[in-house]
């Protein structure tokens, strides 16, 4: 068994990539407004707490104060006594009320926030992932990673079903190839040779080049398409990314 310490370095530099942005770039400010809008929420319930604290202390002191009158205007305060606990409770209700509001529109708000952050952190994540993508490739030799994505494309044909692969043979039009740039005629031969070795047979390929690929090698029919493509990667990369928060 060979082992392609290329396509192992490129596998570790996109996790490397991955990691590097989570810690970076999401998780530390995602956490943080999180943690903001916690705050906030607890500051208001603790205002809410306040207000029935004091309401309490209210009623209580009416209650003292009754207590205290004297028998011949007993009845008097007792009807002034009941007015003011009715009035008190429909203060604390109002107070409990307005404070459950506020708390509702707090969360909400905090959640609103949160999402956007999220969505904006993934979007920047993403121009930034494909920025380094094209940036390393421009250090790497064409012929290696050609090569790699040749090797990762037969990989991949030989973990299709058997159903699949002899849909490949027998597709009609023949097989699109399309490529970050156009294959060299030495290239081409090298992919038709790997792809007859790992089909059997194929049928007519036809090679096209798609920029926004940006390194790899993918087969294409009306029907079918296997990706193979750091264009791919990082779009799966996002997908995680967007999942995950």
Not at 36 to 58: P, V, Y
Not at 183 to 197: G, H, P, S
Not at 204 to 215: E, Q
């Amino acid at each position: 068994m060979t082992i392609d310490f290329w396509s192992l370095g490129l596998q570790a530099i996109n996790v490397l990539i991955l990691v590097w942005l989570l810690s970076h770039f999401f998780w530390r400010p995602v956490a943080a407004a999180i943690k903001k809008r916690q705050e906030a929420a607890q500051a208001l319930l603790s205002d809410a707490q306040t207000a029935n604290t004091q309401a309490e202390a209210a009623l209580a002191d009416l209650t003292t104060a009754r207590e205290g009158i004297a028998a011949e205007r007993e009845a008097m305060l007792a009807d002034a006594t009941k007015t003011a606990e009715n009035t008190a409770s429909a203060a604390l209700a109002t107070a409990h009320k307005k404070a459950e509001t506020l708390i509702d529109a707090a969360r909400r708000n905090s959640a609103k926030e949160a999402d956007v952050l999220r969505a904006e952190l993934t979007s920047h994540a993403s121009l930034l992932a494909v920025d380094i993508a094209q940036k390393l490739l421009t250090r790497l030799p064409t012929s290696v990673i050609q090569s790699t994505f040749l090797g990762l494309l037969i990989e991949a044909i030989g973990q299709l079903s058997t159903a699949d692969r002899q849909a490949l043979v027998s597709a009609a039009d023949g097989l699109d190839v399309v490529s970050a740039a156009d294959l060299t005629e030495q290239d081409k031969e090298a992919v038709t040779q790997a792809m007859e070795q790992a089909l059997g047979n194929t049928p007519a390929l036809t090679f096209h080049s798609d920029p926004d690929l940006m390194a790899g090698l993918e087969i294409r029919t009306p029907h079918f398409a296997l990706h193979n493509s750091w264009q791919s990667d990082l779009a799966t990369i996002v997908k995680a990314l967007n999942h995950a928060v």
